[in-house]
């Protein structure tokens, strides 16, 4: 079955760059997402990335995608302490389903 | 546009009790989901609706009921409710295929005691 699995907790110091991993194991993947959640609210979109694609570049956001090991990364160039947030990775697959990761808690201390 | 919607923020519920989740939006989308999130996890798909009068089951469907009258409204029920229903459940909304951006609501704190 499908699974998408993300390391629970990253610390990064302001200015810094943050690189949050995303692995998946669906090949039929079409579309991969970034989702940011603060405390108390719903997901935010960040970016997507087509499965045909290697990067996509959005101001400070760049996602590479490694089909061939199934890996996903966000980097978040010159972090900020607003930054700070559960960030999520996601497929969604030829069942057209959107399959979640567990979400890595990003903490960028000033 | 306020967006998705979703009432009552915090609850808590009695085992058996039942109860019903708002959710609403107003940017006229077809699909409309709901997703719980449990402590340390990912969103779980329960249900899902590509329109009004039509909904589908998603990954974790058992002791839920959905309905769609209207494009608006997308209500959650929960019959007998259980401890392994506490969560946070989320309604997300989208504009036409399933691979568009979905737009989520805020959340609804559920515990079951």
């Known amino acids: 079955g499908e699974d998408v699995e993300q390391s629970l907790f990253l610390s990064v110091r302001e200015g810094d760059s943050s690189v949050i991993n995303c692995t998946y194991t669906d090949s039929s993947s079409t579309y991969l997402y970034w989702y940011k959640q603060e405390p108390g609210a719903g997901l935010q979109l960040l970016t997507y990335i087509f499965s045909n694609m290697d990067m996509k570049q959005d101001q400070r956001l760049t996602v590479l995608l490694n089909k061939k090991d199934k890996h996903l990364s966000l980097r978040i160039a010159d972090t900020q302490t607003g930054d700070s947030a559960i960030y999520f990775c996601a497929e969604i697959n030829a069942g057209n389903m959107l399959t979640f990761g567990g979400g890595t808690r990003l903490m960028v201390k000033p | 546009n306020a967006g998705v919607t979703q009432t009552p923020k915090f609850r808590i519920l009695k085992i058996g009790q039942s109860m019903t989740l708002q959710c609403t939006q107003d940017?006229?989308?077809?699909?409309m989901y709901w997703y719980r999130q449990d402590p340390g996890m990912g969103l779980k798909l329960i249900y899902y609706?590509?329109?009004?009068?039509?909904?589908d089951k998603g990954e974790v469907p058992n002791g839920y009921n959905v309905s769609r009258s209207t494009t608006e409204d997308f209500p959650l029920r929960l019959e007998l409710a259980a401890p392994s229903q506490t969560s946070v459940y989320f309604c997300?909304?989208?504009?036409?295929?399933?691979?568009?951006?979905?737009?989520f609501g805020p959340g609804t704190r559920l515990t079951v005691l």
């Open positions: 609706s590509v329109g009004a009068g039509i909904t």
């Open positions: 997300a909304s989208s504009p036409a295929t399933r691979t568009d951006t979905q737009y």
């Open positions: 940017m006229n989308h077809n699909y």
